[in-house]
């Protein structure tokens, strides 16, 4: 069982899904009736990919997923704690991303980006590090550790906020805890180089922040098609 972005695979479980075979496309019959969290905590259990920032993509595809959710919160540690399992360093098994799915979901409450100011995608990086670092009740530089990466996240999803998108926020969350496991562990995972596109601005229900979001591209535009201008026959009128 195997997740993975084949075009003709289920972003589940990896089996092939034949054109039409199911009312949700991108999904196998099985998978079609898994809730967005399921679907994600499998895909986070079974993934064999390492970079963390294609798991996160394969999630957010799911057809299910609201645009905006807590169920990001979920995508961002699950996706961590799976591309480190999957990694040439084999950091953590499944208990661990039972165990950060699970601390991920305690701190999250809908809305509370603006209710309190806390994106839940902070603490669930924060208890990547965390369960990485073995932190526990007194614990010293792990636990600051775990505490920078969550005021990192916070800091940057408030740069990225107005208004807030749970997609965006992933993406970052995840490149900042990225960097963090290079940086300070020498744990690199591998990451696509391709620029992050945005699939999802149409569906944001708050408009999405377009030009001033880093995942934005506005899709490009034939500037011939409607004008009937076919470069090389029309002269120039200079
Ligand atoms: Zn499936």
Same mark, same amino acid.
């Given at each position: ?10 972003? /589940?479980?990896? /089996? !092939? ?16 009736? $898994? +809730? ?5 905590? !499998? ?13 996160? !993509? ?18 961002? +540690? ?12 084999? $950091?953590?098994?499944?208990? @661990? /991303?039972? !165990?950060?799915? $699970? ?6 409450? @809908?809305?509370?980006? +603006? ?26 530089? *792990?636990? %600051? ?6 005021? %990192? /996240? ?38 696509? %180089? ?8 149409? +569906? ?6 377009? *030009? $001033?979001?880093?995942?934005?591209? %506005?899709?490009?535009? @034939? ?16």
């Amino acid at each position: 069982m195997v997740a993975n972005d084949r075009s003709n695979s289920c972003l /589940v479980c990896g /089996v !092939e899904v034949l054109p039409g075979a199911s009312a949700r496309g991108s999904l196998c019959a099985a998978c079609s009736g $898994k +809730s967005a969290a399921a679907a994600i905590e !499998e895909i986070a259990l079974t993934t064999t990919l390492t970079d963390p920032v294609r798991i996160a !993509e394969i999630m957010m595809s799911l057809p299910g997923l609201p645009m905006i959710g807590c169920e990001h919160t979920c995508i961002a +540690s699950g996706a961590i704690m799976a591309a480190l399992r999957n990694s040439a360093y084999g $950091k953590g098994g499944n208990d @661990d /991303v039972r !165990e950060a799915l $699970k601390r991920t979901a305690k701190q999250t409450v @809908d809305g509370s980006c +603006s209710l309190t100011g806390m994106c839940g995608i902070a603490p669930a990086i924060g208890a990547c590090f965390s369960i990485f670092l073995g932190a526990g009740p007194g614990a010293d530089r *792990e636990q %600051r550790i775990a505490m920078v990466a969550v005021v %990192r /996240v916070s800091q940057t999803a408030a740069q990225l906020t107005g208004p807030g998108c749970c997609k965006a926020y992933v993406r970052a969350g995840i490149s900042i805890a990225v960097d963090m496991f290079s940086e300070k562990f020498g744990v690199v995972l591998p990451v696509q %180089r391709e620029t992050i596109v945005c699939k999802h601005s149409e +569906s944001h229900p708050h408009g999405c922040r377009e *030009e $001033k979001c880093p995942y934005f591209r %506005r899709p490009s535009k @034939d500037i011939f098609a409607s004008g009937g201008f076919i470069p090389g026959i029309t002269g120039c009128v200079t």
